[in-house]
């Protein structure tokens, strides 16, 4: 298919761009871009989702920010260290840099120190397989940091908001967050994608305002020796929005990787994240859960690569789905010939509110050593009529037992959020 379309926005995004840090890693992007193609339901990785509406929507460069502050959730501790970046610009009016303790690098990658950025950016999610990376490549200019030194335990969490607000046209904006946290360090990183003025999406599938926006990002985290990191993606755009996203994660030795993904807007969504063990005894733990309500589709792709021995991983990915809905998950996990003592378990549960509702799930094991353990599946329903009886036999009406067994399904993973208060915001709106 023809990439036409955004390759024309090329030039005009060149003039405007003042900082020509990133301009050869643009330039090797845009060739291979140009090289790749789109993805097809041809390309097993892809067959069940169809971009064709992102190809065929005429993106223009996303309009200049605004200083409202109204679109902001509430800070999810009081400590928090915040960056927020409005159409892909970074608000330095709207973060609160000033409460990064000492050993943290946290702020735009423009200003970031050379040592980490741009000497990271683009190492560990590689954009020559992988075209919608290859774009976001192709227009980096800037975007979020956070590098926290050897040593270091940041006690607050951190914050990067990644704020959509409307133009009048269809546009395309493509975040990147390079997260760099070093040996024997600690740290709490929340990613949050937004619409202005926009929640879930109403359960015709559908919200008035929305024009098509279309958010393609890339996060790039490193973990050395050591490290731990608590990381939350929380992506709550609306229902007209497009969001593809690409999170890659490389841990070095002894490392303990814990993400939380909640996919709570979005029209077409894709989503994937890819951890690769490069070290031994190592630790990651993939929590996933999406919720799709009118024409939604909801797209989870994993990769966990045990490229190592004696390393773990536990991937637990949860999907609610109402009206007509499509959800789909696809997990990999690969052991490497080397990586004896693998321990990977991988579980995909999904609950379909209507008979309209439909879900495609493919756990994938490819195993080439031969001690290990190693678990999957996947388990499609409805809600459980015993249950629902029981709970109008104790006097709850229907409509609520529903809503009750429904909420418990979710909430077995908001409740694994550290933070409190956002834990409590998150199980706000799904009870709504």
Known sequence: MDTGSFTRLFAEFDRG??????????????????????????????????????????????????????????????????????????????STLHRAPRGLQVGSLVNANPDVAPKSLGQIADFKDNVFTALNTSFVSDGAIVAVQSGTVVEQPIEIIYLSQPGGQPFAVHPRTLIVVGHDAQATVVERYLSAGEGLPSPSGRR??????????????????????????????????????????????RSVFTSHYLGLGGGLVRNEVRVRFDGEHCESTINGLYLGVGKQHLDNFTVIDHAKPNCASHELYKGILDDKSHGVFNGKIFVRKDAQKTDAKQTNKVL?????????????????????????????????????????????????????????????????????????????????
């Open 17 to 94: 761009e003042i900082t020509p840090t990133f301009a050869s890693l643009r330039q090797s992007a845009r060739a291979r871009f140009a090289s790749l193609g789109w993805p097809t339901a041809h390309s097993e990785d892809w067959r069940f989702t169809n971009v064709t509406p992102i190809i065929e929507t005429p993106f223009v460069l996303p309009p200049a920010p605004n200083t409202d502050r109204e679109h902001l959730p509430g800070l999810p501790h009081p400590g928090t260290v915040r960056l927020v970046f409005i159409n892909g610009q970074f608000a330095s009016w709207l």
């Open 352 to 432: 379909l509110l209507s008979d309209d509702a439909t879900i495609n799930t493919k756990p994938q094991l490819e195993i080439f050593a031969d001690d290990v353990k190693c678990t999957h599946g996947a388990t499609i329903g409805q809600l459980d009529a015993t249950q629902l009886f029981y709970l109008q036999s104790r006097g709850i009406p229907l409509d609520a037992a529903r809503r009750l067994l429904t909420f418990a399904f979710a909430n077995d993973i908001v409740h694994r959020l550290k933070m409190e208060s956002l834990r409590e915001e998150l199980e706000a709106r799904i009870v709504r």
């Open 208 to 253: 008035a305002g929305g024009e098509g926006i279309f958010t393609n990002a890339v996060t790039e985290i490193v973990l050395m020796e050591n490290a731990n990191v608590d990381h939350v993606k929380v992506q709550q755009e609306n229902a007209q929005s497009f969001h593809v996203a690409n999170t890659q994660i490389v841990q070095a030795a």
